[in-house]
Structure formats: structure tokens, C-alpha cells
């Protein structure tokens, strides 16, 4: 193995995703701590006026207590590099989530024992699922009453249609809970609570038949411990490493983000089983991470730190090494672009980055040179099509209520389409002082009037419109005007000067689509 490869293979790049609430803050903190990028218990989320969340730090999201954007941790544990991709939970924002997973090469699904599995969690998943990454699920909270281990693993398997297999199970659960057995070292790992925030829980491991299991679990948990793993070992999955692979089958761990029951015990299984970079599949090859250097950008975050305004496109790196001042070129224009002020990410704090890695996600300030899906390499021939484009779904026109500040207010809704949290769309004929906004949840509205406040000093005020649907023209410009809309149509034009009908009905919509069979229609821009 030359060094490149030594690289990559100590690589793990993934997300957690979660149902909101279900303990991803909670974990990732404790993920942190392991790895020694966080000294204190405790700085991730805080309580009152102490510093909330390291990867939560929007002033909105600090305001509605939910996490709004994705952001990227990178810390060493046990000789790996490990690149954590923070998703937002919200169902508002599942392109924004969408995107950050094409960037992951695997994912750890968190489920709140005593819930289940929960709304978000099915449609995270079910984007997981989509790309055939493996998914590990954690089943946090077992210090919360919950319909039982072997209950729950039963729901996994059938709401969201995947096996699964137990890497460890639990002593207990809910104020029981003791601990956890590893089916694969046959340790029994017992725990003391200990105060909140505390780094490590008082610990200690035994082997299975070791008599201070029995006392210390008490007679009938250590009887029904034996019952279910005799049961587990006759009649559940074996642990299939190229089924888990190949996103087939989840293998799942029991434990307590908060009280530490559990959590380093995962990790050191997660890192051994998760993947490190494979290849990734271009317009027409399959590109194996150890070629020249190439990548693709799949965020785009504006204002990321106040006191820079600039604006961040995230990388993620497919192919190669990457070095500060390498020149690379871009595939959509062809040019040739010298990379010199690469970041490193880690929430607010930012620091230059030497030299990075295929696997790794580098956040580079280049002022509007990036759109999303944009691909980087070394020949500019290739291009990944990882980052799709999303139908927006809810739309409503957007207005600055100070006309002065107008210039302030196009920098701004445009700066925000780039990002892809709206689509932007004008009238055909002009571009007018009220655009449309196309988004995909509702919430993304406000968070668009109060980012266009914050940071631009922008006060806006958002006005209905009729339209519900949306489909993109294209075709001979005289048969698009000849177009008959009526006044349940409207012909608009994207921000990249394409055509596109805004409808208040699909039934609208395939009338126009009928009656003008010279024009090609379709759902996302051409
Ligand atoms: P999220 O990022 O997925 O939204 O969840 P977060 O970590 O913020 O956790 C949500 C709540 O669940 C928090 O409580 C957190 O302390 C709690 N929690 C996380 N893991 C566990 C666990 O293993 N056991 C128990 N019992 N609780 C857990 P909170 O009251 O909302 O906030 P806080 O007062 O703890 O900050």
C-alpha cells in the first residue's frame, strides 16, 4: 500500500440520522469526546446561556431549537480519520439532508428506545436506502422504558423493510438497564450512572459466566440474558459483513448516548465494519479513490461565520490527494481554478487545510465560482452526478419591504438559491422586484425571511400565490409564447434563464402538455 492508500484506508466518512430528539446532538458529542476534539462534556449542547451545540450553530436554529443546516466534524479515533456529516432532522429540509448523504459512505440510524421508529427516521432512511449505503442503527435511550429489544427489532424490520442483526443486546432496559453483551466477544459490560457530561461511564467487563454478572444484574435479567441470546443465536441473522456492506442488512447496538452506556463500544465496532472511500461512478466510469484527484461539491453555505461573509462550497473528495494552491479544473466551465484558501471545517471554528484526502470533505471560499453538483479534477473531463435536482413543491412571492435596501435583497435571495434552499423563479418578460420562491417544505420560507434579515439586513414580507405545480419548457421560443396560460398558468424563468410553467394543477399542467406537442416538459430544469 503506497501512502495515498494508507490514507484512504483509515477513512470513514458518514452521517447520523435521526428523527429530531431521538439523541443525535447527544451522540455526536460523546462521538467527540472519544475522539478527543472535544474536552468538555457538555459543549455540544448546553443548557441556557452556555454554548449550545458546536454543530448546531445557527442563530435560527438556536432560536427554534432545531438543526437547519448540515455541517462537517473531522476527528481521529484509534489511528482512523473519521469524517462526521451533521444532517438536519427536520422534514423541512430533506434536499439539503439528500445532499449531505451523497457526500456519506455510510450512516448511523439513531432510534429513541422508548419511540421506536419515528417519522424522519422512515424518510431518512428511505433516501439511505436509495443510495445502498450501509446503515448501522443505534438504538439509544435504553435507559427509557420501551416495548423491548426483540419488539423493536421487529418494527425496524417492518416499517422500514430492511433485517437486521444484534451486535450487542441489552441488560434491561429503562431504570434496569445495566448494560450490554457483545455477541461477538461474549463480553458482558457493565455500567454505573454516573454524573451528567462525564466523559466515560464507570465500566467494567466480565465474560458471560463470571458469577459477578449474576449478582450484580440480579437473578432474573441474568436468566433472561441467557433466554434471549440462546434465542437470537438459533433463530436470528448471522452477522453477514457483505450483506451489511451492501445496506442489506443493519447491524444494531443498544445503549445510552447521555449516560455513556454503550457508546465506545459501538464505535469501536462501527469503525472496524464501516467502509472506508470505494469508487464512485462518473458520467462514464467508475473512479477508484486512489486516482488523481477529483471531487464534487454538494453544499453550498453562505454567511457560514458572520464575522466572514463568504461563502462555503463543501467538497467532498472522491479521488486522490488534495494540496493547498493545487490548481484544478472545473468541469461545468472549463476553468482552471487555484484552490488557496482551502478550510477545514469543524463547526465554527475553521483552520486552513495542507493536505486532505479522498473520503474528506474540504470546504472551499471561492466567491461564486461553485454551483451545486459541480465537479473538480485534475483532466476537467469528469463529471459525477451525485447531487440531484429537487422538484420544489410550495411556492409563494417574496418582496423587499424597503425598496432602498433592493440590491441588499437580490444579493441575498440569489446567494440563497445558490445554496439550494430555494429556487428562485422572475417573470418571463423581466426580472421584477418580487420573485417566486419555489421550496420543498413550507418552513423554508422563514428560514429564507430571516436569513435575508440577518444577514443581508433585509426585512421581507412573503405573499401567496395560486401555484402548486411546476414543469420546465423547452422547445422553440415562439411555440413557449404561443402557449395559452390563462390565469391559472404563469410562464417564469429560473435563475439560470430557463423556461419553466408554474400551474395550480397537475390536471392544468397536462392540458398545456397535450395541447403543445412541439414543447418537451420536464420535472427539473433541462
Ligand atoms: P437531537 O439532536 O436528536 O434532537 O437530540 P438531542 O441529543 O438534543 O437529545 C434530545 C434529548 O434527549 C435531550 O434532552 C438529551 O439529553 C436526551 N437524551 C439523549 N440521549 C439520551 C439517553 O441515552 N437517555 C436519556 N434519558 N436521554 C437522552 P433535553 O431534555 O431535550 O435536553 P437537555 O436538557 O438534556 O439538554
Known amino acids: 500500500m503506497n501512502s495515498l492508500q494508507t490514507e484512504i484506508a483509515r477513512r470513514r466518512t458518514f452521517a447520523i440520522i435521526s428523527h429530531p430528539d431521538a439523541g443525535k446532538t447527544t451522540l455526536t458529542e460523546k462521538l467527540l469526546l472519544y475522539g478527543g476534539a472535544l474536552q468538555l462534556a457538555g459543549s455540544v449542547k448546553a443548557k441556557g446561556n452556555q454554548r449550545r451545540a458546536t454543530s448546531d450553530w445557527m442563530e435560527l436554529e438556536k432560536q427554534r431549537g432545531i438543526s437547519v443546516t448540515s455541517t462537517v466534524l473531522q476527528f481521529e479515533y484509534s489511528g482512523l480519520m473519521l469524517n462526521l456529516l451533521d444532517t438536519p432532522g427536520h422534514n423541512d429540509f430533506s434536499a439539503d439532508t439528500y445532499r449531505t448523504l451523497t457526500a456519506a459512505d455510510s450512516a448511523v440510524m439513531l432510534i429513541d428506545n422508548a419511540k421506536g421508529v419515528e417519522a424522519q427516521t422512515k424518510k431518512l432512511f428511505k433516501v439511505c436506502r436509495q443510495r445502498g449505503i450501509p446503515i448501522f442503527t443505534f438504538v439509544n435511550k435504553m435507559d427509557h422504558e420501551g416495548i423491548g429489544p426483540l419488539d423493536l427489532l421487529s418494527e425496524v424490520e417492518e416499517t422500514l423493510g430492511i433485517r437486521s442483526v444484534p451486535m450487542n443486546w441489552p441488560i434491561g432496559q429503562g431504570a434496569d438497564f445495566q448494560g450490554i453483551y457483545d455477541r461477538q466477544t461474549h463480553a458482558v459490560h457493565l455500567y454505573e450512572r454516573t454524573a451528567r457530561g462525564a466523559t466515560t461511564a464507570g465500566h467494567k467487563e466480565y465474560q458471560l459466566e463470571d458469577p459477578e454478572v449474576k449478582k450484580t444484574v440480579g437473578d432474573r435479567l441474568y436468566q433472561q440474558l441467557l433466554d434471549e441470546i440462546e434465542l437470537l443465536n438459533v433463530a436470528g441473522e448471522e452477522i453477514d459483513l457483505n450483506q451489511i456492506l451492501a445496506g442489506q442488512l443493519t447491524p444494531v447496538f443498544f445503549g445510552s448516548a447521555l449516560t455513556n452506556f454503550g457508546v465506545q463500544q459501538f464505535l469501536d465496532q ?9 469508487e464512485r461512478l462518473s458520467q462514464d466510469a467508475a473512479i477508484s479513490p486512489d486516482n488523481a484527484f477529483s471531487g464534487f461539491v454538494f453544499k453550498i453555505q453562505a454567511n457560514m461565520d458572520p464575522a466572514h461573509r463568504d461563502r462555503i462550497a463543501f467538497l467532498r473528495i472522491v479521488s486522490g490527494e488534495f494540496e493547498k494552491d493545487m490548481e484544478v479544473i472545473h468541469s461545468r466551465t472549463g476553468k482552471t481554478l487555484k484552490l488557496n484558501r482551502p478550510q477545514k471545517l469543524f463547526a465554527r471554528d475553521r483552520e486552513t487545510v495542507e493536505t486532505a484526502f479522498a473520503g474528506d470533505i474540504i470546504g472551499l471560499t471561492n466567491p461564486g465560482a461553485f454551483r451545486l453538483g459541480d465537479t473538480l479534477s485534475l483532466d476537467g473531463v469528469l463529471k459525477y452526478e451525485e447531487v440531484p435536482a429537487f422538484k420544489p413543491e410550495a411556492f409563494a412571492s417574496i418582496q423587499s419591504e424597503d425598496v432602498a435596501r433592493y440590491k441588499h435583497f437580490e444579493k441575498g435571495v440569489n446567494q440563497l438559491s445558490e445554496e439550494g434552499l430555494v429556487d428562485l423563479f422572475w417573470d418571463h418578460r423581466a426580472q421584477t422586484r418580487t420573485p417566486i420562491l419555489g421550496v420543498i417544505g413550507k418552513l423554508q420560507f422563514d428560514v429564507v425571511q430571516f436569513r435575508l434579515l440577518s444577514e443581508y439586513g433585509v426585512k421581507t414580507t412573503i405573499y401567496p400565490v395560486p401555484y402548486t405545480e411546476i414543469a420546465w419548457v ?8 404561443n402557449i395559452f396560460f390563462g390565469s391559472e398558468n404563469k410562464l417564469v424563468k429560473d435563475n439560470s434563464g430557463n423556461y419553466a410553467i408554474l400551474s395550480i394543477s397537475e390536471r392544468q399542467l397536462d392540458f398545456i402538455k397535450l395541447r403543445n ?9 433541462p
Not at 270 to 278: E, G, M, Q, V
Not at 474 to 481: A, L, N, W
Open 517 to 525: 406537442e412541439s414543447l418537451q416538459f420536464s420535472e427539473s430544469p
Open 270 to 278: 462501527f469503525i472496524k465494519i464501516a467502509p472506508a472511500p470505494t
Open 474 to 481: 423547452t422547445g422553440p421560443e415562439k411555440d413557449i409564447m
